[in-house]
């Protein structure tokens, strides 16, 4: 792996899409190893990512053997959040396979 790719996360409610802050976002590799952690700001972003990805030319060759892009998990957990009623909503972490291409 020569080349660097980035992951940017944005969190936000259902289909409202208004930005949550303070969500905690961890990338894994596949064999559990933390890669980075970062909390969202106001606007539900954080900043990108980097991680090292196979370069560009190895997906040029479908026959070639090596997957072209990285496999990591991503986990995002938001503690708490109330509303004006006071209901707390929780929220689970979640791991998903992303795939990232440069």
């Known amino acids: 792996m020569s080349a660097t790719g980035y992951i940017q996360v944005r969190a936000y409610t259902s289909t409202a899409r208004f930005p949550l802050e303070n969500v905690a976002i961890a990338v894994t590799a596949t064999d559990g190893t933390a890669l980075a952690m970062r909390l969202t ?29 990285t496999t990591v998990n991503l986990y995002a957990r938001l503690k708490a959040m109330s509303r004006s009623k006071r209901k707390i909503f929780r929220f689970s972490p979640i791991p998903s396979p992303i795939r990232i291409w440069r």
Request: charged share 30%.
């Open 41 to 69: 700001d106001r606007n539900g972003l954080i900043a990108p990512i980097e991680l090292p990805v196979p370069d560009k030319s190895e997906s040029q060759e479908p026959e070639s053997g090596v997957k072209p892009y």
